[in-house]
């Protein structure tokens, strides 16, 4: 465009001057070639030399346009199939949008060869594979992502953990991600879907180890952190020891190795001292128990109270019956003292905190708790009565009447012929 501007001026300029000297005698050119002489003006053969000079140039522009003709039909060529390939994709997505997951694929990868960045259409067919519950092609299309942008191997093994998480595969999905942590250790979305599938898939010493990241990366936020590190240490706590017989060492060890303030939290707590009931180990459980409850008062680890079954029994219902001066209307504080009661044979007591725990509106365990009581005093029917109240509570007679009679039917059957072993009758009291 600028030499044609300049050539444009020049010709003006030219053609000014040509006027100008055409007023005026300039004078001749004599040119005497093979004898002949040939004379023009200066004027003339200005003229004749500038024209000679524009047919030059344009023909070799011409040639040099003829030259470049094939690379110019390559690039404008090039140029149409990427803007066909751009508008695939662009049809594609809003596809994928609508979801149209078929048409959605096929426009995705059409024109793909010519699409610069082919990454995200493989993607986005990888996700309309899955949604067709075609899971070897979605893997297919990340695979061929990878390939196209090697560069890009963090955004692709994200998207890879994420479908493979939301497709089921829990195990696939973690594999993908502990790879793609291999190199972005401290990446923020890595760390948060390494914990959302630790959780789902219950792999929750993974979760524990990946938190610290999570918490420097801000993964996730401080409620998020402190709801997940409970869960994680209470889960943790309620894995099964590596080697049989060592379950009491293995749930110490583990709760020894949590943070001072971990082991204060009435939540972890709890698990623990549950985990030392179910190893048999009641005395312990009532220590922690009972510091914990000094220290914080938590109707779960009263509940918990009233099922470790102490050597010292005694003991054990004078302190919580210390507890009823601030909690004395407490619903689980009632059962726990009914429970302690009944360890300690005291029938009337345990009668009197038990029934007073149900009118609290307290834990259907109470009813249970109460009926047995009641079998042992050789009050059958009040013990019925008990258990049908408590069955009303877990199954509401309007939504289910017949499962309702079946059940007080089973009880009635029950005390009506209480299982007989080595010719006494089991003394059905919970001992646990």
């Known amino acids: 465009m600028k030499t044609l501007l300049y050539i444009t001026l020049f010709l003006i300029a030219a053609a000014i001057g040509l006027l100008w000297m055409g007023g005026h005698d300039s004078g001749y050119v004599l040119i005497n070639q093979f004898g002949y002489n ?108 990878l390939e196209a942008e090697p560069k890009q191997r963090l955004s692709i093994g994200l998207t890879k953990a994420r479908l493979q998480y939301q497709a089921g595969q829990l195990d696939e999905s973690m594999t993908t991600l502990k790879k793609v942590q291999k190199f972005a250790p401290k990446n923020s979305r890595v760390l948060r879907l390494l914990t959302e599938v630790g959780r789902e898939s219950g792999d929750w010493e993974t979760v524990l180890g990946a938190l610290p990241a999570a918490k420097r990366a801000k993964a996730l936020t401080v409620d998020e952190l402190e709801e997940l590190e409970v869960e994680a240490n209470r889960q943790v706590l309620a894995l099964p020891a590596a080697a049989p017989g060592e379950e009491a060492a293995e749930v110490d060890r583990r709760f020894e190795s949590l943070k001072a303030q971990r082991r204060k939290d009435p939540r972890i707590l709890e698990r623990y001292a549950r985990r030392l009931i179910d190893n048999g180990s009641h005395d312990k459980a009532e220590q922690v128990l009972r510091t914990g409850i000094k220290r914080t008062w938590d109707g779960d680890l009263v509940y918990l109270y009233g099922l470790a079954r102490t050597s010292k029994p005694e003991a054990a219902l004078k302190t919580a019956e210390g507890w009823t001066k601030n909690h004395g209307e407490d619903p689980d504080l009632l059962l726990t003292l009914g429970r302690l009661a009944m360890q300690n044979k005291i029938w009337g007591k345990a009668r009197s905190y038990l029934e007073a725990s149900i009118a ?8 249970r708790e109460l009926g047995r009581l009641l079998e042992q005093l050789g009050e059958t029917s009040a013990a019925l009565g008990t258990y049908k109240d408590g069955l009303e509570r877990l199954i509401a007679p309007e939504d289910d009447p017949d499962a309702l009679d079946s059940a007080v039917a089973a009880v009635e059957e029950e005390l009506e012929n209480p299982p007989v072993v080595g010719g006494e009758l089991v003394d059905r009291t919970d001992k646990t």
Do not use: C
Request: zero cysteines; proline letters at 3%; glycine letters at 6%.
């Open 38 to 145: 040939v004379e023009i003006s200066v004027v003339m053969a200005i003229g004749i030399l500038i024209l000679l000079f524009l047919v030059v140039y344009w023909l070799f522009r011409w040639l040099g346009m003829l030259r470049r003709a094939p690379k110019n039909l390559k690039k404008a060529n090039k140029t149409r199939a990427i803007a066909k390939a751009h508008a695939s994709t662009s049809a594609g997505y809003a596809s994928l949008i609508e979801g149209n997951w078929n048409k959605a694929e096929k426009q995705l990868m059409n024109n793909i060869d010519h699409n610069p960045s082919p990454m995200l259409n493989y993607l986005a067919a990888a996700n309309a594979a899955q949604q067709r519950d075609d899971i070897d092609s979605r893997d297919n299309y990340i695979r061929q992502a």
């Open 360 to 367: 609290s509106g307290g834990r259907n365990e109470a009813h």
